[in-house]
């Protein structure tokens, strides 16, 4: 089994800047991939970014490409730093992790944290 606890969200306004957190424990050794995704009011959950757990390969989704950036340090803690937010990026986000290798499929991943409210204003 794999903990997941995040950290980090809040409000802040359009052009502003958050970092979540996800702490890791348990079962670790057997990740392979993390990921960040998120889910607005009404739309399906969708992933945002993902990292190796080695930290060395990263994707994002073309909407937050080069104002986000997903990080990994050797505590077994991820991270998600978010600049120039937008209203559109307002959501919960969630970070999860996989013991395969399917970066983009949610299906995939076995475990998740419970989730973190960002809400941007303008």
């Known amino acids: 089994q794999v903990q997941l606890v995040e950290s980090g969200g809040g409000p802040v306004q359009a052009g502003g800047y958050l970092r979540l957190s996800c702490a890791a424990s348990?079962?670790?050794?057997?990740?392979?991939?993390m990921g960040w995704f998120r889910q607005a009011p009404g739309k399906e959950r969708e992933l945002v970014a993902a990292i190796s757990w080695g930290g060395s390969k990263s994707l994002y989704t073309d909407s937050v490409k080069g104002r986000f950036t997903i990080s990994r340090d050797s505590a077994n803690n991820m991270y998600l730093q978010m600049n120039s937010l937008k209203p559109e990026d307002t959501a919960v986000y969630y970070c999860a992790a996989q013991y395969g290798s399917f970066w983009s499929r949610i299906d995939q991943y076995n475990y998740w944290g419970q989730g973190s409210q960002v809400t941007v204003s303008s």
């Open positions: 348990g079962r670790t050794s057997s990740i392979l991939v």
